[in-house]
């Protein structure tokens, strides 16, 4: 199945301030996140973050939360982003897809992810925009997130499905500004 920008949803899990001082490669995974988002915003996907316990674990980083409107920010307490069906209420919610960054991979990404996929949404994680503490435990995350079902992607392959063409104006502005 193919990542299409009119049935996906980026979803941003976690990036937060306090938290981020842990996470293995924490600036990288910033990076990435923030290239997708912003493909997202000029291919018109929606974009959703979440954060966990915001009065610990501090806002969102806020290179991702510039220009984010707060009705698109859910604030849990829950690991899973998708456990009390608040997600599916907010804008881009109700779509069948959802592109996942975020951390850390083995916690909140992965109860995500597996509730979506319970839900039935057709879910893909950007493995270079996912982070954990300890690598081994992203790795497992990963590795059980395929098992059941999620399709692990790089920034790349959700960048070029989502323009599906060459030749337009959008490919061309993307390709000059995104991709080298």
């Known amino acids: 199945m193919r990542i299409r920008a009119t049935q996906s949803t980026l979803l941003i899990i976690d990036i937060q301030e306090r938290l981020l001082p ?12 923030a290239w ?10 929606p974009v959703l ?7 610990g674990l501090g806002p969102t980083a806020a290179v991702l939360r510039e220009g984010v409107p707060d009705a698109a920010i859910l604030e849990k307490m829950e690991f899973s982003s998708a ?3 608040e997600l ?3 804008p881009g919610g109700e779509r069948q897809q959802f592109v996942i960054c975020g951390c850390e991979t083995h916690v909140c990404v992965m109860q995500t992810v597996l509730d979506l996929l319970e839900h039935g949404n057709q879910v893909f994680v950007v493995e270079e925009a996912v982070s954990s503490r300890r690598a081994s435990d992203k790795a497992l995350a990963l590795t059980r997130m ?5 399709q692990i992607v790089s920034r790349e392959m959700v960048a070029f499905e989502w323009m599906e063409r060459a030749g ?13």
Do not use: P
Request: charged share 25%.
């Open 49 to 55: 973050l979440t954060e966990q316990y915001s009065k």
């Open 146 to 150: 395929r098992q059941a079902g999620a």
């Open 83 to 85: 456990a009390d069906g």
């Open 88 to 90: 599916f209420k907010r």
């Open 168 to 180: 337009t104006e959008l490919f061309k502005s993307i390709s000059r500004e995104f991709i080298r």
């Open 36 to 45: 997708l988002q912003q493909i997202a915003q000029r291919v018109g996907v």
């Open 22 to 33: 842990a996470i293995l490669d924490s600036a990288l995974m910033i990076e990435n996140t």
